[in-house]
């Protein structure tokens, strides 16, 4: 019983032996089969760093999310426009506006030559003067308490404007610009436009980030505050500044999200000069909601965007547009996610086996063809002798 399954075992042999005495062995094949060893050899490494390095998956989902905020990360410098009048604004087309921002922002003041002068957060200096003009017409007399007009832009009788900022603010929020600008105690007592002075001819690098809506809307940086007024937008400093603004910037960083690896943002370092002035610079941007996620199974949710480019010369179209340099976002219904994954090992077994079955079954018809020619030319010179 036990020889009839070990005979049956040996009739299912794949692999028959040949007797060590019909065995041949030359010069050539020797050669063949180091050549072919240190091909297995190389090839077997190659598949194993493959098989160590992560691969990314990538799929195309229909983008369901509702109701989330994303941040926006920037860093732009304007060459020939002061941070005392750069202000960030952004807007979306639920309505929600934030006009003048100032929280996470900071402004570094920089010469001709790109140098920083002074970096620090956005906002105006405190007052000069020890006794600032009253709400009612006169000084601030002792253990009175300050209370300074609005002049004429109070929405109601207890309204107090104490700084230049509050000033303006009310202008704004009425729809008026600064055309008294002399008369404006707050703003002359804090050297307000004696900075504005100072800082002629001055550069500004903004950078910062905003935390808006998850739905398409704008957001600019513009000389002035912006306040709008028959469905149009105007800087309140047009009467301070009656000359032209150059819009000359460079994006040093735009990113819709956090960073991760592979993320291309195609406005980073990018540069844009006008030599005259009065523009409008809009850039029109697609953002696609990305997912990515690592080896390690952490996940960043990010965006990505593509963007197209548009240049208005404000002396061609209305002539109250306003200068600056706008962005206008937009969302992809399109979400991308990546995940970065190891190769199978099976799939790794399956690549090895197919390395070494291929150049073994290569080499030996190479060495067939290499015995079998020697052999022929052998016999032609033995044929050759004879006669």
């Not at 160590?52 to 998956?57: A, F, P, S």
């Not at 929280?103 to 140098?115: E, F, L, Q, S, V």
């Not at 995940?339 to 060495?367: M, Q, R």
């Amino acid at each position: 019983m036990k020889n009839t399954v070990l005979s049956k075992l040996r009739n299912l042999d794949a692999y028959p032996k040949v007797n060590e005495d019909f065995f041949t062995r030359s010069l050539s094949g020797g050669i063949i089969t180091l050549v072919s060893s240190l091909a297995i050899l190389l090839l077997v490494f190659s598949e194993f760093r493959l098989y160590l390095h992560t691969v990314t998956e990538t799929k195309l989902l229909v983008d369901t999310s509702r109701g989330e905020t994303f941040r926006i990360n920037f860093d732009v410098t304007f060459r020939a426009i002061p941070c005392s009048i750069l202000s960030v604004d952004a807007m979306d087309i639920s309505g929600e506006q934030h006009l003048d921002i100032k929280h996470d922002i900071i402004k570094k003041r920089i010469n001709t030559n790109g140098d920083v002068i002074e970096s620090k957060p956005d906002g105006i200096g405190a007052p000069k003067i020890e006794k600032p003009l009253q709400r009612h017409g006169g000084r601030l007399e002792q253990n009175e308490t300050y209370c300074g007009s609005c002049f004429g832009a109070e929405q109601s009788d207890d309204d107090c404007c104490n700084s230049c900022e509050e000033v303006r603010d009310a202008y704004r929020r009425k729809g008026w610009a600064m055309t008294n600008a002399d008369l404006i105690d707050q703003c002359k007592r804090e050297g307000f436009f004696e900075r504005i002075k100072e800082q002629e001819g001055e550069g500004c690098n903004v950078h910062g980030s905003l935390e808006v809506n998850r739905v398409a809307g704008n957001f600019h940086f513009a000389p002035g505050k912006t306040f709008h007024q028959s469905n149009i937008f105007f800087d309140d400093l047009m009467s301070v500044h009656k000359d032209s603004y150059n819009i000359s910037h460079r994006i040093n960083r735009l990113a819709f999200g956090e960073y991760f690896p592979g993320v291309v943002n195609p406005l980073d370092g990018g540069h844009w000069t006008h030599e005259t002035s009065n523009g409008m610079y809009q850039y029109f941007i697609k953002v696609v909601p990305t997912i990515y996620t690592d080896i390690r199974g952490r996940t960043v949710k990010s965006n990505q965007y593509s963007v197209t480019e548009h240049f208005k010369d404000l002396e061609y179209i209305s002539p109250n547009s306003q200068p600056g340099v706008f962005f206008y976002y937009d969302f992809s219904p399109i979400k991308v996610t990546f995940k970065e994954e190891h190769s199978s090992f099976l799939h790794f077994i399956t690549n090895i086996c197919a390395v070494i079955g291929g150049i073994f079954t290569v080499a030996g018809i190479i060495d067939t063809f290499v015995y079998h020619g020697q052999r022929r030319m052998k016999k032609k010179m033995e044929i050759g002798k004879f006669r």
